[in-house]
């Protein structure tokens, strides 16, 4: 339940987040991937603290949720947001070709990854979510 409620707190907070930064509601924020904050990260240490407490933090199971949180953080931060970049460069270069009639194509989507600020908001999410609802 405490990862379940960790990546809705988060996405529902996207969703916020964006509507003070734009001052428009947009619901697909709740859905969309990367931005403020980290639902992988969320989710992700949500659970790591989850089985700390019930396991503990010497047990396999941790190690397990340990290596699986910073293989996600890692991916979330690092190569999706890569991605993201190169989605932001490549929709400049389609802005222009459709400037001159070469290429009608849609923009790809910027938002995949997250900065730092954004996965350790997300993590102190899920950690307190899980301090909350197990102990």
């Known amino acids: 339940m405490a990862v379940f409620m960790s990546w809705f707190i988060a996405q529902?907070?996207?969703?916020?987040?964006?509507?003070?930064?734009?001052?428009?509601?947009?619901?697909?924020?709740?859905?969309?991937?990367?931005?403020?904050?980290?639902?992988?990260?969320?989710?992700?240490?949500?659970?790591?603290?989850?089985?700390?407490?019930?396991?503990?933090?010497?047990s396999t199971y941790f190690v397990i949720a340990l290596v699986f949180a910073l293989v996600t953080i890692y991916d979330a931060a690092g190569v999706r947001r890569a991605v993201g970049k190169q989605a932001e460069i490549l929709n400049k270069i389609i802005k222009d070709l459709r400037s001159t009639r070469v290429l009608n194509r849609e923009a790809l989507m910027e938002w995949l990854g997250h900065t730092p600020l954004e996965v350790i908001v997300g993590g102190g999410i899920g950690f307190l979510v899980s301090l909350i609802l197990i102990i």
């Open 12 to 58: 529902a907070l996207k969703v916020v987040f964006y509507w003070l930064q734009e001052r428009e509601i947009n619901f697909r924020r709740f859905v969309e991937p990367g931005g403020m904050p980290s639902a992988h990260a969320a989710m992700t240490i949500s659970l790591l603290t989850g089985v700390g407490l019930k396991e503990g933090v010497s």
